[in-house]
């Protein structure tokens, strides 16, 4: 692979010391146990379409767990931010909803997490990495995923949750104002979902993506059926694949990805075990 990645430094930063723990359901290791809070041992990763809310989940479950999400969109949205040399190159692909080299990516991935080791971080949950096979290989090739997530939402909901997506400018969360109802058809069940709306005073500082429009999330999606779903096939060939389909909401989905992925009582057995 090109000499401009550091997979040296990537390698030392994902080598683990600690021992595999599995936690979820059907993937059942020898030891049961939760990790602990000191020896904190995830290695995640989310998969899932444009919209789905790999972000929404991947950052519950971060801040449940107490591990860094580390998403590669966010890595590239800041780059574009901070107007670095990048800017140019990076605008252009992103805004027509393209994938960034692996090259770039692998580039951004490792300098955050050398940054994150440098300030004693410990395992992770990656959002929008791997996204191609190739990126997936590489990422085998250096580290031990313990687990991959992969989300699912009924298609017809995708793409008003892109449009519907909204960041306040200024304290940076992540808000929905789509109101989903679908209806049940053929005499299967319907779906809704509540938009996440922000507090008030977010309200006036809301901003949309520029790749959330139409025609660009539409061409993201197409992106991720192309290149991205190969993906899944990849782990779930290697017995990592945990699928999850979104039931709605996160009321309704939030407590069920915890019991598929056996954390229900994890505070439970952390209090237990302290
Ligand atoms: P999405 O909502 O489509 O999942 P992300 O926030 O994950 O969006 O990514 C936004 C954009 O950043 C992508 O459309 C792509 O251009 C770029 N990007 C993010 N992660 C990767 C990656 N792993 N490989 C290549 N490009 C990426």
Known sequence: ??????????TRLVKRTTPFYSLARGFASTNTHAPSRENRNIQWVFLGCPGV????????????????????????????????????????????????????IMNLLSKRLADGQAKGESGFILDGFPRTIKQAEILEGVTDIDLVVNLKLREEALLAKCLGRRTCSQ?????????INIKGDNGGPGMSMAPLLPPEHCMSKLITRADDTETVVK???????????PVEGFYRSRGKLLEFELPGGIPESWPKLLQALNLDDYEEKQSAAA
């Open 171 to 179: 304290c940076g969360g992540n808000f929905n104002v789509a109101s």
């Open 1 to 10: 692979y090109s000499s401009a990645i550091p997979m040296a430094a990537i």
């Open 53 to 104: 809310g790999k972000g929404t989940y991947a950052s519950r479950l971060c801040k449940f767990l107490g591990v860094p999400h580390i998403a590669t969109g966010d890595l590239v949205r800041h780059e574009l931010s901070s107007n670095g040399p990048l800017f140019s190159q990076l605008s252009e692909i992103v805004n027509q909803g393209q994938l960034v080299s692996d090259e770039i």
């Open 219 to 229: 061409e993201r999606l197409r992106i991720y059926n192309e290149l991205s779903q």
